[in-house]
């Protein structure tokens, strides 16, 4: 079991007004909501305004979790932002989070670990407080991802949304959040999902999409139902829990059929899995913030609760933590 000294104590979320239904998509690709319910579990997900981007989604989700935290932001020590759809190549979004809110003492960074980057966010997180090097540490997902969808691909159009979240790690030994970790990647699977950018080519394949997303989704998928199953067992067994000890599975929300198949094969049951996906889309690294922040508000999700957050996505890379919660009603 890992040693640790930080707690997750505050949760905040945001999401953009307008609102994408499986029937606006009819109008747009050859698609309907069956179809697309059937498939992906999906009914709506929310587009940000054209002069809203991910620096915008993120201050927001901050000041959503200022509102119910109990301490303070102006003693964050570092601010981590996970996102692959920044305003700019730079400066960072952490940066103009940080110039936001007058955070003068704060390093910041973002990371770019696609779908999976919550996870790896509050995994550098603990691991900065458990070394004594920081106290406080502000971890935010966000994504625009509606920027960067071709919405004449019916293969991706219908699965995408933008959202973001937020999550103050703080230095705790008393009551520490994290009890295990398990992260990996699967680089020769790049070519599976991918944006194009400077690069034209990919391990001597001609990339397509032209800044927009592509996606293999059967090749992704395999790899997710095979890869996170694995990811769950081994983290199991490094974190010394049994698989029934667990209250709640949050794994990335890309397709809640694909969750199913991933329970299917794991140890644990559907019915314990917390997810965002039916009404907010994939928001990639959003997903599972927006998830936990949806499951403190209602009640389901508890001080204590013992639970293992699952991002995967585009690299091909994973993140797994075993985590108790350490938000306070």
């Not at 915008?56 to 301490?71: M, Q």
């Not at 966010?121 to 960067?148: P, Q």
């Not at 991918?194 to 992704?220: C, F, H, P, W």
């Amino acid at each position: 079991m890992n040693t640790s000294a930080a707690r997750i104590s505050g949760i905040g979320s945001y999401v953009p007004e307008h609102i994408l239904t499986n029937e606006d998509l009819e109008k747009l690709v050859d698609t309907n909501d069956e179809w697309i319910v059937q498939r992906t579990g999906i009914r709506e997900r929310r587009i940000a305004a054209e002069e809203e981007f991910t620096s915008h989604l993120c201050i927001r989700a901050v000041e959503d979790l200022a509102a119910s935290y109990k301490g303070t932001l102006n003693d964050v020590e570092m601010v981590i932002v996970a996102t692959t759809t920044p305003d700019y190549p730079y400066p960072s979004v952490a940066c103009l989070v940080q110039n936001h809110f007058g955070l003068e003492r704060a390093g910041a960074l973002d990371v770019n670990a696609t779908c999976a980057g919550f996870a790896y966010g509050l995994h550098l997180a603990n691991g900065l407080i458990t070394a004594g090097l920081h106290k406080k540490v502000l971890v935010i997902a966000g994504e625009t991802m509606s920027k960067v969808t071709n919405y004449a691909d019916r293969n991706t159009c219908i699965l995408f949304g933008d959202g973001a979240g937020a999550a103050i790690v703080e230095y705790d030994p008393e009551s520490p959040s994290f009890e295990g970790a398990v992260l990996g990647s699967e680089g020769s699977g790049g070519k599976h999902v991918y944006r194009s950018g400077l690069a034209a080519t990919l391990d001597g394949m001609q990339l397509e999409g032209e800044g927009k997303i592509y996606q293999n989704g059967r090749e992704v998928y395999k790899w997710a139902v095979r890869t996170v199953p694995e990811g769950i067992t081994r983290l199991l067994e490094a974190s010394k829990v049994n698989a029934q000890e667990i209250d709640w599975f949050v794994p990335h929300s890309a397709n809640l059929k694909m969750i199913e198949s991933i329970c299917e094969k794991s140890s644990i049951p559907v019915q314990k899995t917390l997810t965002s996906a039916e009404y907010y889309g994939n928001t990639s690294s959003a997903t599972i913030p927006l998830s936990l922040q949806l499951a403190q508000r209602n009640g389901t999700l508890k001080f204590g609760d013992r639970l293992i957050i699952f991002g995967f996505g585009a690299g091909l890379t994973y993140a797994g933590l075993m985590l108790r919660w350490g938000v306070k009603d």
